[in-house]
T-cell receptor, first 115, second 112 residues
Framework: DAGVIQSPRHEVTEMGQEVTLRCKPI?????LFWYRQTMMRGLELLIY????????DSGMPEDRFSAKMPNASFSTLKIQPSEPRDSAVYFC?????????????FGPGTRLTVL | GDSVTQMEGPVTLSEEAFLTINCTYT??????LFWYVQYPGEGLQLLLK?????DKGSNKGFEATYRKETTSFHLEKGSVQVSDSAVYFC???????????FGSGTQLTVLP
């Protein structure tokens, strides 16, 4: 099993540019999460999907952020326009719904730097 | 709302020292509890878990016991190694959809 795959691993962009982060969950998992990690705020849940449907996006910081999951094997997190304060590591995680243990499997993250 | 409070770091220990990282959670319902570990440059990995009161989770020499009476899930290891240097996150199950709420993380550095 390849695990959760995220791309790119590193992204450097200029303020105002559009940024798209990508995630491929573990095959067979039907729940997907996007997190943001910063020194100041720690690990924050941005949004999660069950069966490709967004369930809770209350953690999305503002309208500049959007996330989609067009199918069970792919999700994107888009920031448009990007700002320096969006610099962070963004993690994607997936799990199987209905399991008591509730374990989430994390990808390696995308380190975003907005200049 | 649901929350997890864990010991602030950083924690620096010598090899073979005893480790405790404290974690307490809000007592809403009967959540499953977790410890995740993040090695430098990597994503979080599940270290251990406990799904009900008095359960003890264990893995790689680490242990944590689900204490309902004190709403705690402290992480312990009897003899740490340099390779244990990482950030450790305590987490609890939350919400109707049982997503996870994470603590702020504790940076551990083990010196040879």
């Amino acid at each position: 099993d390849a695990g959760v795959i995220q791309s790119p691993r590193h992204e450097v962009t200029e303020m105002g540019q559009e940024v798209t982060l990508r995630c491929k969950p573990i095959s067979g998992h039907n729940s997907l999460f996007w997190y943001r990690q910063t020194m100041m705020r720690g690990l924050e849940l941005l949004i999660y999907f069950n069966n490709n449907v967004p369930i809770d996006d209350s953690g999305m910081p503002e309208d500049r952020f959007s996330a989609k999951m067009p199918n069970a094997s792919f999700s994107t997190l888009k920031i448009q326009p990007s700002e320096p304060r969006d610099s962070a590591v963004y993690f994607c995680a997936s799990r199987t719904l209905g399991t008591k243990s509730n374990e989430q499997f994390f990808g390696p993250g995308t380190r975003l730097t907005v200049l | 709302g649901d929350s997890v409070t864990q010991m602030e770091g950083p924690v620096t220990l010598s090899e073979e020292a005893f480790l405790t990282i404290n974690c307490t959670y809000t007592a809403t319902g009967y959540p499953s509890l977790f410890w995740y570990v993040q090695y430098p440059g990597e994503g979080l990995q599940l270290l251990l878990k406990a799904t009900k009161a008095d359960d003890k989770g264990s893995n790689k020499g680490f242990e944590a016991t689900y204490r309902k009476e004190t709403t705690s899930f402290h992480l312990e290891k009897g003899s740490v190694q340099v390779s244990d240097s990482a950030v450790y996150f305590c987490a609890r199950q939350s919400g109707s959809a049982r997503q996870l709420t994470f603590g702020s993380g504790t940076q551990l550095t083990v010196l040879p």
